[in-house]
């Protein structure tokens, strides 16, 4: 997969931005245009079209698609959860001009419909997921672009822009998590499920198992130092957790200089 390059679907409705866009994935070795599409309409007529065509691959696994945050009358979130539906493999990373840490929330957030059930379940997809990536415009460049593409095809991770994580930290105007929160918050980070950082942070019930009780508070906690708001059971806000951390313990892999 490293050795060929990655089809790529630029999404945008302002034509000179999506123009600079797709010029930018032209002069990136690593990517590959596929299409591009002015609107959301367009966007799902164009991912259905290549669906049917990739008979080896109709899921669209290890694209990546590139989309702007607004589209007119609907937005790029909508539009890559939709696409989802439609193609389960494809990586999507939402651009926008300028950070929000809200925005961060609904880009990483998993859907879910009123009965609490995913969304996705009672649709194509069995899979639940939210979104890949948030990358800002104005950094816009191959460099960058080969970045995100490593992160969210290659190692299959997210990607949130430095700047994004960085307006978060000045939120926090010097707060500091205790030792036992910063531990958990290390654990969430490495990936480790709350069963496995009870045991690893000596959280013990009566048989020796995890106690998850004393976990749940902490993550609680940390949700609350990193202003993550969002249902408990979304494990969007875990993804969004993780990159906080990183970000507040100065353990982030920033992309190349620009």
């Known amino acids: 997969m490293k050795n060929t390059q990655i089809p790529v679907i630029v999404i945008d409705d302002t034509p000179v931005k999506r123009r600079g866009v797709c010029e930018f994935v032209e002069e990136t070795e690593l990517l590959r245009l596929e299409g591009q599409s002015g609107d959301a309409q367009g966007a799902v007529t164009l991912i259905e079209h290549l669906c049917s065509q ?46 929000s840490w809200t925005l961060a929330a609904e880009v990483f957030r998993h859907e879910y419909t009123r009965r609490g ?25 191959p460099a960058y672009l ?37 531990e958990c918050a290390s654990l969430i980070a490495q990936g480790f499920s709350n069963d496995d950082i009870a045991l690893r ?8 198992g995890p106690n998850i009780g004393p976990v749940e508070n902490l993550v609680s906690e940390l949700y609350t130092f990193f202003s993550i708001e969002g249902a408990p059971s979304d494990p ?19 992309p190349p200089q620009l």
Do not use: C
């Open 54 to 99: 990739q008979a080896a691959n109709a899921t669209l696994s290890g694209w990546l698609v590139l989309s702007d945050l607004r589209l007119g009358s609907s937005n790029g979130v909508e539009l890559g959860r939709t696409l989802l539906e439609i193609a389960p493999g494809l990586r999507v990373v939402i651009y926008t001009q300028d950070p």
């Open 201 to 208: 942070m000596g959280f013990l019930n009566t048989r020796g």
């Open 117 to 141: 059930t995913l969304r996705s379940n009672s649709r194509r997809s069995r899979k639940a997921t939210g979104l890949h990536g948030y990358a800002l415009f104005n950094n816009m460049e």
């Open 146 to 182: 080969e970045h995100i593409a490593s992160e969210v095809v290659h190692r299959h991770e997210t990607f949130i822009d430095p700047e994004v994580l960085n307006y978060l930290l000045k939120r926090l105007r010097g707060l500091r998590l205790t030792p036992r929160q910063e």
């Open 236 to 254: 969007g806000r875990r993804v969004l957790l993780a990159h906080a951390y990183e970000a507040y313990a100065g353990l982030r892999r920033e």
